[in-house]
């Protein structure tokens, strides 16, 4: 006898009933750049489609993204000013939080409102924590920052707090600052297995990163993979809700693995370098722009995240009504 698994891909219908994953606009999460000052969406040119929202069309979006079904948004701050602790952050009225609030009262709980915890966007030398006086990466005092930014991103309103900027202890300091706070309801999310990833280029001019140098030192090592299973274990460990992999394609593996192991949901961010790529391969016309998108999804679904948050949200969103 010969075996014969075509059988199960004969039809539409038929691969359609033995799939073994699929894409469900819940499982999807919009990234939301909020430029100060801006009277109009600012567009990002290594992001095509992507832009800089202004107060009136960051609203819109959240229309649209709450009418599609995503399951939540990523919020980030693109400031007017910026200092060497990253003053903005934590201002009641810097972008960020000005824009949490707007975000909270217009998605009237059809989205989970989350913010970046990060100083990169708010700091003049562009790095995730405070500088001590050699010009290194201060990881205790950046915690301090990162205590004062979770009560002021939970005081807008903010459901889930990002740590995204890889500071030991991180999810700790934010746990105790939130619980000391009475904030007991905010979820944290780990960015536990944050690589030091060429695949941030895009990024950078979305959020006008003024970093100059790279993040090695406190990001992980692309060779690493064992490393990635330790940071989660620590994450869970300190208190995270959710812990995250990012990128997404270049690190399936590490991702399989944290799914395989963690006790909490395990997500995964489609980084700007991913969504550039396809989008100018598509544009030339050397590949199929909404095939090459909806697979690039889906197998980081397979791979085991719970749930992606990507760019291209609530355009999947609407293909799969």
């Known amino acids: 006898m010969i075996d014969r698994p075509r059988r199960?891909?004969?039809?539409?219908?038929?691969?359609?009933?033995v799939a073994e994953h699929r894409l469900h606009?819940?499982?999807?999460?919009l990234p939301m750049f909020v430029r100060e000052g801006a009277s109009q969406p600012v567009p990002i040119s290594s992001m095509p489609g992507v832009v800089q929202h202004s107060l009136?069309?960051?609203?819109?979006?959240?229309?649209?993204?709450?009418?599609?079904?995503?399951?939540?948004?990523?919020l980030f701050g693109v400031p007017e000013h910026k200092d060497a602790v990253g003053s903005g952050a934590t201002d009641p009225d810097g972008i960020l939080n000005v824009a949490t609030r707007i975000a909270v009262a217009e998605a009237?709980?059809?989205?989970?409102?989350?913010?970046d915890l990060c100083l990169d966007e708010f700091t003049d030398h562009g790095h995730c924590g405070v500088l001590d006086a050699d010009g290194r990466i201060d990881n205790d005092a950046s915690l301090v920052r990162y205590r004062e930014m979770a009560l002021a991103q939970a005081d807008a309103g903010s459901e889930l707090l990002g740590l995204s900027g890889m500071m030991d202890g991180q999810v700790a300091a934010v746990r105790d600052a939130l619980e000391d706070a009475g904030h007991t309801d905010t979820a944290i999310l780990g960015y536990a297995a944050k690589?030091?990833?060429?695949?941030?280029?895009?990024?950078?001019?979305?959020?006008?990163?003024?970093l100059t140098g790279d993040r090695r030192t406190y990001q992980m090592d692309a060779a690493n993979?064992?490393?990635?299973r330790r940071e989660i274990e620590l994450d869970v460990a300190e208190g995270a809700d959710v812990v995250m992999v990012k990128p997404a394609m270049s690190y399936l593996d590490v991702l399989a693995d944290a799914a395989a192991a963690s006790p909490v949901p395990v997500w995964a961010y489609q980084v700007s370098g991913e969504y550039a790529m396809i989008e100018a391969a598509a544009a030339h016309g050397w590949i199929d722009r909404r095939r090459a998108i909806?697979?690039?999804?889906?197998?980081?679904?397979?791979a085991g995240a719970g749930a992606v948050m990507t760019y291209w949200a609530?355009?999947?969103?609407?293909?799969?009504?």
Do not use: C, H, N
């Open 225 to 228: 993979r064992r490393e990635g």
């Open 25 to 29: 606009a819940a499982d999807l999460i």
């Open 108 to 115: 009237g709980g059809a989205l989970v409102v989350q913010t």
């Open 195 to 210: 690589y030091a990833s060429a695949f941030y280029g895009p990024f950078r001019e979305a959020v006008q990163s003024s």
């Open 314 to 321: 609530t355009e999947i969103a609407g293909w799969l009504r």
């Open 56 to 74: 009136d069309s960051f609203r819109r979006a959240i229309a649209d993204a709450a009418a599609a079904g995503i399951g939540g948004i990523m």
């Open 294 to 302: 909806e697979e690039s999804v889906l197998s980081i679904k397979r």
């Open 8 to 17: 199960l891909r004969s039809s539409p219908a038929m691969r359609r009933l």
